[in-house]
DNA sequence: GGCCAGGTGCGTA
DNA sequence: TACGCACCTGGC
């Protein structure tokens, strides 16, 4: 595959900038537009392509894509890339071998579903987010919409968030701090009925009950799901969805009613997500992204 | 003014 | 095991 190399790196009014080039297969648009985390939002460009600006692992970053391919990140160093924005933005992993895998496992000639699928979602890249942000993201997202979850989502982190490194915003919300605060203190940002959910979590996660980095490491996929699905409000989709973009999990395949309409559509059964392997999330997420997005 | 949203838990057969 | 339904809220 091709290699992320940094061109460039600097200062321009004291904001340092990273530029790296050989960055095929990578949309930051659709990266960003798919639905997989909930704290970014498009922003003026600097250099007149098309920017999302949010925070994530702690810090506030702009990621800007030119015409030409080209990837500014703005808020980083080239040791920042190398070290965090690299593996977040999953640029380290040979999605070109991936997609190959993917419109060929359901039939080894190509099946044109999956392969107008991978072309509708081309460009989308698994980011590597916190898993704990992950998880209480998506308990946030059931019965919702992406305008409130982000909404209830900002609210969290402002509220009992800490400050970046550089001050311009919060970070995502310790599951102690959430516990602390309480179902009350919760339900009062306009949770709802998922307001004892998300203080269920954060108190299993936050005594050591439930831990998240054990999970990580876990090989065992099912074991995966079922730790998460101990928790109140985690079902399969909400468990899988934490799993696929907090976890690491590339196997895990959210079903939600999108991928119910895909399935009745597009196929007389399944698809067998286990014929997709370890890449049944990125299936999943293009499969998601074609019906969606792209229709 | 309603319907519905990237679900889940619970009660009922 | 397999349904049906309630659930907070606010976008649209």
């Not at 702009?62 to 500014?72: I, K, M, N, P, V």
């Not at 072309?119 to 308990?139: K, V, Y």
């Not at 409000?233 to 309409?261: Q, R, S």
Request: charge should be negative.
């Amino acid at each position: 595959m091709e290699k992320p190399y940094v061109v460039d790196e600097g200062k321009i009014d004291g904001l340092s900038f990273v530029e790296v080039a050989g960055v095929g297969n990578f949309s930051v648009f659709k990266t960003f537009d798919c639905g997989q985390c909930f704290r970014f939002d498009p922003t003026g460009p600097r250099r007149g392509g098309y920017a999302v600006s949010g925070v994530a692992l702690g810090r506030y970053v702009s990621f800007e894509q030119t015409d030409d391919g080209t990837l500014a990140v703005w808020g980083a160093t080239a040791d920042d890339f190398e070290k965090i924005w690299l593996s977040y933005l999953s640029l380290d992993t040979d999605y070109d071998a991936i997609d190959e895998a993917v419109t060929t496992a359901l039939d080894p000639d190509g099946c044109a579903v999956m392969r107008r699928a991978a072309e509708a979602g081309r460009g989308i890249r698994i980011l590597r987010q916190d898993p704990w942000e992950a998880l209480c993201s998506f308990i946030v997202s059931q019965n919702n919409n992406i305008p409130r979850i982000k909404k209830i989502i900002a609210a969290l982190c402002e509220k009992y968030g800490e400050d970046t490194a550089d001050g311009s915003a919060k970070s995502f919300p310790t599951a102690r701090a959430l516990a602390e605060a309480g179902e009350d203190a919760i339900f009062a940002l306009r949770t709802g009925f998922r307001a004892k959910y998300i203080v269920d979590a954060a108190r299993r996660v936050a005594d050591g009950e439930i831990d998240l980095d054990a999970v990580a490491r876990e090989e065992d996929f099912p074991t995966c799901e079922a730790e998460l699905m101990k928790i109140k409000g985690v079902g399969p989709k909400v468990a899988d969805c934490a799993l696929l973009f907090g976890f690491g999990k590339t196997e895990a395949y959210p079903v939600d009613v999108w991928m119910k309409k895909v399935a009745a559509r597009h196929f007389a059964s399944g698809p067998d997500p286990k014929l997709f392997g370890k890449y049944a999330g990125i299936a999943q997420q293009y499969l998601f992204y074609m019906e969606r997005y792209v229709g």
